[in-house]
């Protein structure tokens, strides 16, 4: 991956990169913060055995967590904050326990008060698992 300076992307604050980073929630999950620039973000989670449902595949709830996560972080990433007024997430393909989901949160509109947002989770081999799609609302 590019790093975001070499790009000439790094216009995120610090404390804000820092807050999104230690998410408490997020932390827990497992889920890691590996890009954030204006309006677009990267998170990743590795499939554990604590993660899964009863078929043995992972629990929707740690999908959209993960998605989730992007969606949150890619629409606070200017500092100003962003609440989300409305989601939805569409599971398209499960995968195996040890398996790498990466989301990718682009910004797809944005109004002096609203934005919305698309989120791409992709397992290892770059399938997509889901799809998600949010909107925000910045008081």
Do not use: K, Q
């Not at 590019?2 to 995120?12: L, Q």
């Not at 996560?69 to 100003?80: L, V």
Request: net charge negative; aromatic share 6%; charged share 30%.
């Amino acid at each position: 991956m590019t790093d975001d300076r070499e790009r000439g992307r790094d216009r995120v604050p610090a404390e804000v990169r820092e807050r999104i980073a230690s998410d408490p929630y997020c932390a827990t999950l497992g889920i890691d913060l590996l890009a954030l620039e204006p309006g677009r973000a990267v998170t990743e989670l590795t499939v554990t055995d604590e993660l899964v449902n009863f078929h043995e595949t992972p629990h929707g709830g740690a999908i959209y967590s993960l998605a989730d996560a992007a969606f949150a972080a890619a629409s606070n990433s200017r500092g100003e904050t962003a609440v989300a007024l409305e989601t939805n997430i569409s599971y398209l393909e499960a995968v195996d326990v040890g398996e790498t989901l990466t989301a990718t949160a682009e910004e797809t509109h944005r109004t002096d008060s609203t934005a919305e947002y698309e989120v791409v989770v992709r397992a290892d081999d770059e399938d997509r698992v889901a799809t998600f799609r949010g909107r925000v609302y910045r008081p």
